[in-house]
Every structure is written in structure tokens, then in C-alpha cells.
């Protein structure tokens, strides 16, 4: 697809919010824990909805969870369930909000005991070694939902406590954190490595 700027883009990236996401931030390699716990809960999140609901809401998402900081978050109490509950501003789900804090007890007990950048070792240690090798999807219905590489990850992070980290919300967290690149051939933004 070609923007209004010209550039060839994953036909996905429409609209101004989207293609700056494509252009800046999916398949851009991401590390710190903070970062890594906000990517992984904002996927958590999208389950079942449109990317683009998270888009425009993660200013919010980033109001309402303390800028996602694990150890802020892992503090949140019933209290604070229900006051977001009550914010409009984020995906109201009890289930999903409760994921969240319970992640980010997960997340602060794993830098408890492996020390600062755990999470962001943990991820990376299954970034797929063909990543050297990649060759740009050919059309979205090359890319996959899952990986073996994404079912390993979500089996670490459940070993780890971590809930709503199923296979393909990990594969999402992959692509969006730069562990994989799809972007398709032709997207500025796909380099043959």
C-alpha cells in the first residue's frame, strides 16, 4: 500500500496513527523491562479487539498503570481494580486489568531474583536464530499467528507467573518488539538481512 507520503507500507499501516506506529515503533527493536511489560500488557489488552482501540488508547493505558512500571503496578490493590473499572479511558475488562497487576507481580519478582534487564533476557533469549537469514513475507497471509519460537516464550512467561500470554499475544509482543520482522516485501521498512 502506498501512504500519502509516497512510501510502500504493510497494507495494515493505514491512516496517520497506524503508519507512524509502522514507520517508528513495529518491528523496531524494544528493550527494558518497562518497555517489554507495556508492550506485553497492551497486547494482553488488544486480545479480541483492533490494534487501533490500543493506539488511541495507551496514553490512558499509561495514565491509568503508573507509565507501566512493574513494581508501581505490582503494588495496586482491589482498590485499584475498581477504579479502572471505572476509567473510560482504558479497556474496561476485569480480567484483563487483573492480568495486568498479577503480570506486573510476576515481572517485579523475576527482577527480585535475576536482577535489572530480566525481563528484556528473558524475552530476547527467544529471538528465532533464522532472524539472520529473513527473507520479508511475500503478503500478510505469509506471516504467521504463531511460532514455535512465540509457544516456547509463552510457556518461559507462564513458568514465570505471567498470565494473558498465550502463543499469538506473543507473537504480537515478537513483531511489535523487533524479535521478527513482517514487514512484507515491497514496505519500506522490510530490509532482506
Known sequence: MIGPDGRARCAWATGDLYAAYHDDEWGVPLHGDRALYEKLTLEGFQSGLSWIVILRKRPAFRRAFAGFDPAA??????????R????????????????????????????????DGALDR????????????????????????????????????????????????????????????????????????
Open 122 to 193: 528473558l524475552v530476547w533469549s527467544f529471538q528465532p536464530a533464522a532472524a539472520a537469514e529473513h527473507v520479508p513475507p511475500v503478503d500478510a497471509s505469509d506471516v504467521p499467528g504463531a511460532t514455535s519460537a512465540s509457544k516456547a516464550l509463552a510457556k518461559a512467561l507462564k513458568r514465570e507467573g505471567l498470565r494473558f500470554v498465550g502463543p499469538t499475544t506473543v507473537y504480537a509482543l515478537m513483531q511489535s518488539a523487533g524479535l521478527v520482522d513482517d514487514h512484507v516485501a515491497g514496505c519500506w521498512r522490510a530490509e532482506p538481512r
Open 73 to 82: 503496578v505490582a503494588a495496586f490493590g482491589e482498590e485499584d481494580v475498581e
Open 84 to 115: 479502572l473499572l471505572q476509567d473510560a479511558g482504558i479497556v474496561r475488562n476485569r480480567q484483563k486489568i487483573e492480568a495486568a497487576i498479577d503480570n506486573a507481580r510476576a515481572v517485579a519478582a523475576l527482577i527480585d531474583r535475576d536482577g
